[in-house]
C-alpha cells in the first residue's frame, strides 16, 4: 500500500530555533496535508495543500507541495515550547472516496 | 464540549474479555473513522463508514467489529481483546468537502493485560 516517510522519529530543538520536517513518498498525492497532536488530545489539522508547488503559511508556520507531487515539507519558524507535540504528515491521493495515509510522525521536543 | 466525544477515556481490561468504545459527534458529519496509535507506528486505521449503511474494513480490522448505530454514532469493539491490542484509539469525522481535513475524538487508552 502507500506510505508516507517521516523521520527521524524525534526531533530535539532550542526554544527560538527553526525546524523543517520533510515528508516524501514514492506514490503521487494530490493533496497533502499536516496534522499536530498535542500530548493527551487528538490529532487538530494544522495546514492543507492542493496544488504541486503551493507554498501556504499559518502565522509561524510554513508548508509546501512538492512540485513532483511525491513530497511535502513543513517549516515551524521560532519555536516556542507550545510547539511540543507529534507532527504527522497525511495524503490523499484519489477522488472524493479516497481515505487520508498518514506518516507515522516526528515528536518535537522544545528546550526553553 | 467536544464535536467529536468518545468514552471511556482510558480502560483497562483482561485478555479475553469484550470492549466496546463508543465515539459520538455533533458535527453532523457522515463519515466516521477509528484509528489505532502505536509508539513510532503512526495512525493506522482500523474500521470506516461513510453513512449510516456503510461499513468498510481498514488495514488493520482483525480481532474488531464496528457498528454505525446512527449518524452520530460509530462504536468499535473488540470481542475478545488481547495484550497487542493495548494502544490509543482514536475516533475521527469527516465532513462533506472531502478535503482531507478529519476531526478527532481526544482519544481511548486501552490496556489489556
Known amino acids: 500500500g502507500q506510505q508516507l516517510n517521516q523521520s527521524p522519529q524525534s526531533m530535539f530543538i532550542q526554544e527560538g530555533e527553526d525546524v523543517s520536517m520533510n515528508c516524501t513518498s514514492s506514490s503521487i498525492f494530490n493533496t497533502w496535508l499536516w496534522y499536530k497532536q498535542d500530548p493527551g488530545e487528538g490529532p487538530v489539522l494544522l495546514i492543507a495543500l492542493y496544488k504541486a508547488g503551493e507554498l501556504t503559511s499559518n502565522g509561524r508556520l510554513t508548508a509546501q507541495f512538492g512540485i513532483t507531487r511525491k513530497d511535502s515539507f513543513l517549516n515551524i519558524s521560532a519555536s516556542i515550547p507550545s510547539d511540543v507535540g507529534i507532527y504527522f504528515c497525511?495524503?490523499?491521493?484519489?477522488?472524493?472516496?479516497?481515505?487520508?495515509?498518514f506518516g507515522k510522525g516526528i515528536t518535537l521536543s522544545v528546550r526553553p | 464540549d467536544a464535536d467529536v466525544t468518545q468514552t471511556p477515556r482510558n480502560r483497562i481490561t483482561k485478555t479475553g474479555k469484550r470492549i466496546m468504545l463508543e465515539c459520538s459527534q455533533t458535527k453532523g458529519h457522515d463519515r466516521m473513522y477509528w484509528y489505532r496509535q502505536d509508539p513510532g507506528l503512526g495512525l493506522r486505521l482500523i474500521y470506516y463508514s461513510f453513512d449510516v449503511k456503510d461499513i468498510n474494513k481498514g488495514e488493520i480490522s482483525d480481532g474488531y467489529s464496528v457498528s454505525r448505530q446512527a449518524q452520530a454514532k460509530f462504536s468499535l469493539s473488540l470481542e475478545s481483546a488481547i495484550p497487542n491490542q493495548t494502544a490509543l484509539y482514536f475516533c475521527a469525522t469527516q465532513g462533506g468537502s472531502y478535503t482531507g481535513e478529519l476531526f478527532f475524538g481526544e482519544g481511548s487508552r486501552l490496556t489489556v493485560l
Open positions: 497525511a495524503g490523499l491521493s484519489g477522488g472524493a472516496n479516497s481515505k487520508l495515509t
